[in-house]
């Protein structure tokens, strides 16, 4: 069963840096897509960054909302089996959980199409960034 542990959220003020953790356990498959999506209060959830893994280490594409294009940066360990969203220049806006998530994919199938709204397979309980003025 896959499994997805996030940590690392907190209270940063405007203009701060944090750096989110999700470690992942039980993936049986080495062609999926895994990211970041956070949902704010009172608004619906949204991608924020995903990578589209083939063989279980190399990074086909990756995908940033525009919101954090150029701010927030993603990337993995995968001999930790973890994947970082690195969260610099926060803005008040930013504030929400954030959860990772990961989806299974075909080798020649579509990337990260959570990113575009599509339902991702399996989900984190979420950390919360709260970033104050």
């Known amino acids: 069963e896959v499994q997805l542990v996030e940590s690392g959220g907190g209270l940063v003020q405007a203009g701060g840096s944090l750096r989110l953790s999700c470690a992942a356990s039980?993936?049986?498959?080495?062609?999926?897509?895994i990211g970041w999506f956070r949902q704010a209060p009172g608004k619906e959830r949204e991608g924020v960054s995903c990578m589209s893994m083939r063989s279980g280490m190399r990074v086909v594409k990756t995908y940033y909302a525009d919101s954090v294009k150029g701010r927030f940066t993603i990337s993995s360990d995968n001999a930790k089996k973890t994947v970082y969203l690195q969260l610099n220049s926060l803005k008040p806006e930013d504030t929400a959980v954030y959860y990772c998530?990961?989806?299974?994919?075909?080798?020649?199938?579509?990337?990260?199409?959570?990113?575009?709204?599509?339902?991702?397979?399996?989900w984190g309980k979420g950390t919360l960034v709260t970033v104050s003025t």
């Open positions: 998530a990961a989806e299974f994919e075909t080798e020649d199938g579509s990337r990260c199409a959570g990113m575009e709204g599509y339902e991702m397979d399996w």
């Open positions: 039980g993936f049986t498959f080495d062609n999926y897509g």
